[in-house]
């Protein structure tokens, strides 16, 4: 099974912690040269600096705020006209917490601005650069919440939901010039972002984190919850040449929680 990504560039949005750090790693460990993104100019020296320990890479990093599409598709259009990518991990931090009827239009648009058009605009920069190579991976990390809407995730709902049926019409596009469009399903994954739920769901119940999170934990059949590393192995399968003949799926990486087939 070829999984080798020498001579590959990798574009990997929200990589300063969690699972786009895990997939920035992944990718460098099968070969690929890796560009992080992310707000944090901090964070991001010391993920590069973590990656090129110990290997031949010239991994970089752009500092860019999805909040502002405008700056991306700008900044973007320019870096990778000079710097072209062959992947491109779309990944951002979701929207924040709470019903949706309470939900005003601006956290709507927002949550489009920072996922749907800076997946959009990240991809038409890219596709030049994929074009030339003839190798082209796009790949979405969003949420479970595709298949089943998580409680209290009003607006991220209808947010991934938007991003899954973007990727489903883009990769039937993309499939005739032999490149795919994939979404990666994380479960419930020991992040920052998890810790934040757990701690705003405990506040508003007024019971603590630990029974939150065991109650989380006893809706995943494993058990458990999931790791960054493992969601970044299966990013990074779908990312490498022997996933060519997938495309369009959206795949749950959730140790079996969802109750669809």
Not at 52 to 65: L, T
Not at 120 to 127: E, R, S
Not at 190 to 198: H, M
């Amino acid at each position: 099974m070829n999984t080798n990504l020498t001579g590959k560039h990798a574009l990997v949005c929200g990589a300063s912690r969690g699972i786009g750090q895990a997939t920035a790693e992944l990718l460098a460990e099968m070969g690929a040269t890796v560009t992080v993104v992310a707000r944090n100019k901090e964070r991001l020296e010391e993920v590069v600096e973590s990656l090129s320990r110990n290997r031949n890479q010239q991994h970089q990093f752009v500092v860019s705020d999805f909040s502002k599409p405008d700056e991306v598709k700008e900044r973007f259009a320019a870096w990778l006209e000079a710097t072209p990518a062959e992947i491109l991990i779309n990944n951002s931090g979701g929207p924040p917490p709470g019903p949706i009827a309470d939900a005003d239009g601006e956290a709507f648009l927002a949550g489009m601005r920072a996922h749907l058009l800076c997946n959009q605009y990240l991809t038409q920069a890219a596709l030049p650069g994929m074009r030339a190579a003839g190798y082209g991976r796009i790949i979405n990390i969003i949420s479970t919440s595709v298949y089943e809407p998580i409680p209290g995730l009003g607006v991220s709902n209808t947010v991934r939901s938007a991003v899954a049926a973007w990727a489903k019409t883009m990769a039937g596009e993309l499939a005739p010039e032999g490149f795919t469009v994939n979404n990666v399903l994380p479960g419930f994954t020991a992040t920052d972002r998890l810790t934040s739920l757990i701690s705003g769901r405990a506040e508003k119940s007024g019971r603590s984190e630990e029974e939150i999170a065991a109650e989380m934990r006893g809706s995943v059949p494993m058990g458990r919850f999931g790791e960054a590393r493992e969601i970044a192995n299966a990013i990074a399968f779908l990312a490498s040449p022997a996933a060519a003949y997938i495309t369009g799926v959206s795949l749950a990486v959730d140790g079996g929680r969802l109750k669809r087939l």
